[in-house]
Protein backbone atom coordinates (compact mmCIF):
# COMPACT_ATOMS: atom_id res chain seq x y z
CA UNK A 1 0.00 0.00 0.00
CA UNK A 2 3.00 2.28 0.10
CA UNK A 3 3.11 2.97 -3.47
CA UNK A 4 -1.30 3.95 -3.35
CA UNK A 5 -1.01 6.73 -0.67
CA UNK A 6 -0.78 10.64 -2.46
CA UNK A 7 0.47 12.97 -0.26
CA UNK A 8 -0.01 16.94 0.02
CA UNK A 9 0.58 19.41 2.50
CA UNK A 10 0.31 23.27 3.22
CA UNK A 11 3.09 25.72 2.43
CA UNK A 12 3.65 26.34 6.22
CA UNK A 13 6.88 24.79 7.42
CA UNK A 14 5.65 22.34 9.93
CA UNK A 15 3.17 20.34 7.10
CA UNK A 16 6.26 20.47 4.74
CA UNK A 17 8.27 18.69 7.11
CA UNK A 18 5.58 16.42 7.82
CA UNK A 19 5.90 15.88 4.41
CA UNK A 20 9.02 14.92 3.76
CA UNK A 21 9.19 12.88 6.90
CA UNK A 22 5.64 11.01 5.49
CA UNK A 23 6.82 10.51 1.77
CA UNK A 24 10.29 8.99 3.03
CA UNK A 25 8.66 6.53 5.31
CA UNK A 26 6.00 5.85 3.10
CA UNK A 27 6.95 6.79 -0.41
CA UNK A 28 4.50 8.47 -2.59
CA UNK A 29 2.34 7.62 -5.42
CA UNK A 30 0.76 9.86 -8.57
CA UNK A 31 -2.37 11.23 -8.08
CA UNK A 32 -3.48 8.73 -10.88
CA UNK A 33 -2.23 5.53 -9.19
CA UNK A 34 -3.57 6.68 -5.86
CA UNK A 35 -6.27 4.98 -3.70
CA UNK A 36 -6.20 7.28 -1.03
CA UNK A 37 -5.04 11.36 -0.49
CA UNK A 38 -3.28 12.07 2.72
CA UNK A 39 -3.40 16.08 3.67
CA UNK A 40 -0.87 17.21 5.82
CA UNK A 41 -2.35 21.12 7.07
CA UNK A 42 -5.01 22.36 8.60
CA UNK A 43 -9.36 23.04 7.87
CA UNK A 44 -8.17 25.45 4.89
CA UNK A 45 -5.93 23.25 3.45
CA UNK A 46 -8.34 20.33 4.18
CA UNK A 47 -11.13 22.53 2.13
CA UNK A 48 -8.51 23.46 -0.32
CA UNK A 49 -7.79 19.54 -1.41
CA UNK A 50 -11.41 18.30 -1.11
CA UNK A 51 -12.03 21.03 -3.36
CA UNK A 52 -9.23 19.86 -5.90
CA UNK A 53 -10.60 16.40 -5.76
CA UNK A 54 -13.94 16.58 -6.76
CA UNK A 55 -13.85 15.17 -9.95
CA UNK A 56 -11.84 12.09 -8.75
CA UNK A 57 -13.62 9.50 -5.75
CA UNK A 58 -10.54 9.07 -3.65
CA UNK A 59 -10.63 9.22 -0.09
CA UNK A 60 -9.19 11.90 1.96
CA UNK A 61 -7.50 11.37 5.61
CA UNK A 62 -6.33 14.78 6.83
CA UNK A 63 -3.39 15.33 9.27
CA UNK A 64 -3.03 18.29 11.36
CA UNK A 65 -0.34 20.20 10.36
CA UNK A 66 -2.59 23.34 11.49
CA UNK A 67 -4.65 24.58 14.70
CA UNK A 68 -7.91 23.79 15.26
CA UNK A 69 -8.26 20.78 13.02
CA UNK A 70 -11.74 19.73 12.93
CA UNK A 71 -11.46 18.00 9.64
CA UNK A 72 -8.49 16.49 10.42
CA UNK A 73 -6.63 13.49 12.41
CA UNK A 74 -4.15 13.69 14.92
CA UNK A 75 -0.66 13.85 13.52
CA UNK A 76 2.14 10.85 13.72
CA UNK A 77 4.88 9.46 12.40
CA UNK A 78 3.97 5.88 12.74
CA UNK A 79 1.22 3.26 12.24
CA UNK A 80 -0.14 5.47 9.22
CA UNK A 81 -1.19 2.14 6.99
CA UNK A 82 -2.85 0.64 9.96
CA UNK A 83 -5.11 4.01 10.68
CA UNK A 84 -5.85 3.99 7.38
CA UNK A 85 -7.01 0.52 7.18
CA UNK A 86 -9.06 1.26 10.31
CA UNK A 87 -10.28 4.38 8.95
CA UNK A 88 -13.94 5.29 9.27
CA UNK A 89 -15.51 6.95 6.11
CA UNK A 90 -17.92 10.03 5.87
CA UNK A 91 -19.73 10.91 2.76
CA UNK A 92 -20.41 14.80 2.64
CA UNK A 93 -22.08 16.31 -0.33
CA UNK A 94 -21.46 20.33 -0.73
CA UNK A 95 -23.24 23.56 -1.92
CA UNK A 96 -23.60 24.33 -5.89
CA UNK A 97 -24.02 28.31 -5.82
CA UNK A 98 -25.07 30.56 -8.61
CA UNK A 99 -24.42 33.93 -8.11
CA UNK A 100 -25.99 36.79 -10.47
CA UNK A 101 -24.31 39.86 -10.73
CA UNK A 102 -26.25 43.26 -11.49
CA UNK A 103 -24.21 42.96 -14.82
CA UNK A 104 -25.75 39.63 -15.28
CA UNK A 105 -22.92 37.76 -14.63
CA UNK A 106 -24.00 34.05 -13.77
CA UNK A 107 -20.89 32.61 -11.27
CA UNK A 108 -20.86 28.97 -9.93
CA UNK A 109 -18.84 27.57 -7.37
CA UNK A 110 -19.01 24.51 -4.82
CA UNK A 111 -19.14 24.73 -1.18
CA UNK A 112 -18.32 22.40 1.43
CA UNK A 113 -19.04 24.83 4.75
CA UNK A 114 -21.59 27.42 3.55
CA UNK A 115 -22.42 29.66 1.22
CA UNK A 116 -22.84 33.38 3.05
CA UNK A 117 -23.88 36.86 1.62
CA UNK A 118 -22.11 39.54 3.42
CA UNK A 119 -22.96 43.22 3.04
CA UNK A 120 -20.18 45.40 1.05
CA UNK A 121 -20.71 48.89 2.57
CA UNK A 122 -21.47 50.38 5.92
CA UNK A 123 -24.95 50.13 5.62
CA UNK A 124 -26.73 46.83 6.24
CA UNK A 125 -28.28 44.49 3.75
CA UNK A 126 -31.58 43.59 3.09
CA UNK A 127 -32.60 40.57 1.65
CA UNK A 128 -35.54 38.42 0.42
CA UNK A 129 -35.55 34.74 0.96
CA UNK A 130 -37.31 32.36 -0.94
CA UNK A 131 -37.40 28.69 -0.74
CA UNK A 132 -38.58 26.02 -3.39
CA UNK A 133 -40.00 29.42 -5.26
CA UNK A 134 -42.02 30.35 -2.50
CA UNK A 135 -41.09 33.28 -0.79
CA UNK A 136 -40.73 32.89 2.94
CA UNK A 137 -39.06 36.36 4.38
CA UNK A 138 -40.09 39.24 2.12
CA UNK A 139 -37.30 41.65 3.90
CA UNK A 140 -34.37 40.64 6.54
CA UNK A 141 -32.29 43.42 7.25
CA UNK A 142 -28.94 41.64 8.35
CA UNK A 143 -25.09 41.89 8.31
CA UNK A 144 -25.81 38.71 6.27
CA UNK A 145 -27.27 35.65 6.25
CA UNK A 146 -25.58 32.18 5.00
CA UNK A 147 -26.64 28.71 4.35
CA UNK A 148 -24.93 26.03 6.08
CA UNK A 149 -24.53 21.58 5.13
CA UNK A 150 -23.50 19.62 8.54
CA UNK A 151 -20.04 19.14 8.07
CA UNK A 152 -20.12 23.31 7.40
CA UNK A 153 -22.10 23.83 10.55
CA UNK A 154 -19.19 24.39 13.41
CA UNK A 155 -17.51 26.46 11.49
CA UNK A 156 -18.97 30.43 10.41
CA UNK A 157 -22.23 29.39 10.97
CA UNK A 158 -21.55 28.05 14.30
CA UNK A 159 -19.74 31.42 15.23
CA UNK A 160 -23.08 33.21 14.24
CA UNK A 161 -25.14 31.35 16.39
CA UNK A 162 -26.90 29.15 13.90
CA UNK A 163 -27.31 25.03 15.42
CA UNK A 164 -24.84 22.27 14.75
CA UNK A 165 -26.20 19.72 12.38
CA UNK A 166 -25.52 15.37 12.99
CA UNK A 167 -23.62 14.65 10.13
CA UNK A 168 -26.17 12.21 8.70
CA UNK A 169 -28.96 15.08 9.02
CA UNK A 170 -30.94 15.72 6.08
CA UNK A 171 -31.07 19.33 6.60
CA UNK A 172 -29.10 22.92 5.92
CA UNK A 173 -29.14 25.43 8.43
CA UNK A 174 -30.21 29.03 7.20
CA UNK A 175 -28.53 31.27 9.60
CA UNK A 176 -28.31 35.27 9.56
CA UNK A 177 -25.87 37.61 10.49
CA UNK A 178 -26.53 40.22 12.92
CA UNK A 179 -30.23 40.00 12.42
CA UNK A 180 -31.20 43.75 12.74
CA UNK A 181 -35.12 42.86 11.32
CA UNK A 182 -36.92 40.79 12.41
CA UNK A 183 -35.14 41.03 15.13
CA UNK A 184 -36.39 37.32 17.17
CA UNK A 185 -35.60 35.39 13.77
CA UNK A 186 -33.28 32.74 15.12
CA UNK A 187 -32.86 31.26 11.28
CA UNK A 188 -34.85 28.31 9.38
CA UNK A 189 -33.50 24.46 9.31
CA UNK A 190 -34.22 22.97 5.52
CA UNK A 191 -34.52 20.52 3.65
CA UNK A 192 -31.35 19.00 2.24
CA UNK A 193 -32.93 19.21 -1.00
CA UNK A 194 -34.52 22.59 -1.19
CA UNK A 195 -33.63 25.31 -3.58
CA UNK A 196 -32.68 28.61 -1.51
CA UNK A 197 -32.68 31.86 -3.78
CA UNK A 198 -31.45 34.93 -1.53
CA UNK A 199 -32.69 37.88 -3.13
CA UNK A 200 -30.28 41.31 -2.47
CA UNK A 201 -32.59 44.30 -1.92
CA UNK A 202 -31.76 47.91 -3.16
CA UNK A 203 -28.31 46.58 -4.25
CA UNK A 204 -27.20 49.72 -5.47
CA UNK A 205 -26.92 51.44 -1.90
CA UNK A 206 -26.89 48.22 -0.05
CA UNK A 207 -24.22 46.37 -2.01
CA UNK A 208 -23.73 42.52 -1.27
CA UNK A 209 -20.83 39.64 -1.77
CA UNK A 210 -21.49 36.23 -1.92
CA UNK A 211 -18.84 33.59 -0.87
CA UNK A 212 -19.34 29.91 -1.35
CA UNK A 213 -16.06 28.45 0.85
CA UNK A 214 -13.97 31.78 0.04
CA UNK A 215 -14.83 32.19 -3.46
CA UNK A 216 -16.43 35.39 -3.57
CA UNK A 217 -18.46 37.06 -6.07
CA UNK A 218 -19.24 40.91 -5.44
CA UNK A 219 -22.18 43.16 -6.37
CA UNK A 220 -24.88 40.10 -6.56
CA UNK A 221 -28.47 40.62 -6.83
CA UNK A 222 -29.26 37.20 -6.75
CA UNK A 223 -27.72 33.94 -5.50
CA UNK A 224 -29.33 30.39 -5.52
CA UNK A 225 -28.45 27.25 -3.28
CA UNK A 226 -28.93 23.72 -3.01
CA UNK A 227 -27.17 20.87 -2.37
CA UNK A 228 -24.99 19.25 -5.03
CA UNK A 229 -26.05 15.70 -4.31
CA UNK A 230 -24.21 14.76 -7.55
CA UNK A 231 -20.81 15.51 -6.56
CA UNK A 232 -19.58 13.78 -2.98
CA UNK A 233 -16.38 14.18 -0.63
CA UNK A 234 -14.81 10.99 1.03
CA UNK A 235 -13.18 12.00 4.20
CA UNK A 236 -11.37 9.58 6.60
CA UNK A 237 -10.97 9.20 10.22
CA UNK A 238 -9.43 7.84 12.92
CA UNK A 239 -11.37 4.53 14.06
CA UNK A 240 -14.06 6.45 16.71
CA UNK A 241 -13.25 9.56 15.65
CA UNK A 242 -15.27 10.15 12.88
CA UNK A 243 -17.33 13.41 12.16
CA UNK A 244 -20.83 11.99 13.71
CA UNK A 245 -18.68 11.74 16.98
CA UNK A 246 -16.83 14.83 16.43
CA UNK A 247 -20.26 16.94 16.12
CA UNK A 248 -21.75 15.70 19.02
CA UNK A 249 -19.02 16.09 20.98
CA UNK A 250 -19.17 19.91 20.26
CA UNK A 251 -22.31 20.38 21.64
CA UNK A 252 -20.91 19.46 25.15
CA UNK A 253 -17.74 21.92 25.40
Known amino acids: MTATIHFTASESEIAQKALAVLTDRYGAADLDRAQVVVALGGDGFMLQTLHALTDRDLPVYGMNRGTVGFLMNGYSESGLLERLAAAEETVINPLRMRAIRADGSVHEAL ?128 NGHGLEERLLREQFV
Open 111 to 238: AINEVSMLREGPQAAKLRIHVDGKMRMAELVCDGALIATPAGSTAYNYSAHGPILPINSEVLALTAIAPFRPRRWRGALLPKGAEVEVEVLNPERRPVMADADSRSVRHVVRVQIRSAQDVRHRLLFD
